[in-house]
């Protein structure tokens, strides 16, 4: 409600709310963008396995290694 004590016009809540939601939606997408750039630039070195392969079935490995 205004000062006068009437509603805002409906034109005006209808543009609020648009954009809200187009914000919202940008955001998810920069946050989208962000995250698939992050993904592929930053390519972790490969590191050797702890573990060795001696059959034991409580320990956990990589199937195979990637260097």
């Not at 590191?47 to 260097?67: I, M, N, T």
């Amino acid at each position: 409600m205004s000062e006068t004590g009437q509603t805002p016009p409906i034109r005006r809540t209808w543009r609020v709310g648009w954009m809200i939601g187009l914000g919202i939606i940008a955001v998810l997408l920069l946050a989208n963008a962000h995250l698939v750039y992050v993904a592929f630039s930053s390519q972790p070195a490969c590191v050797d396995h702890l573990k060795l392969p001696d059959g034991s079935p409580d320990h956990f490995r990589a199937a195979k290694s990637g260097c």
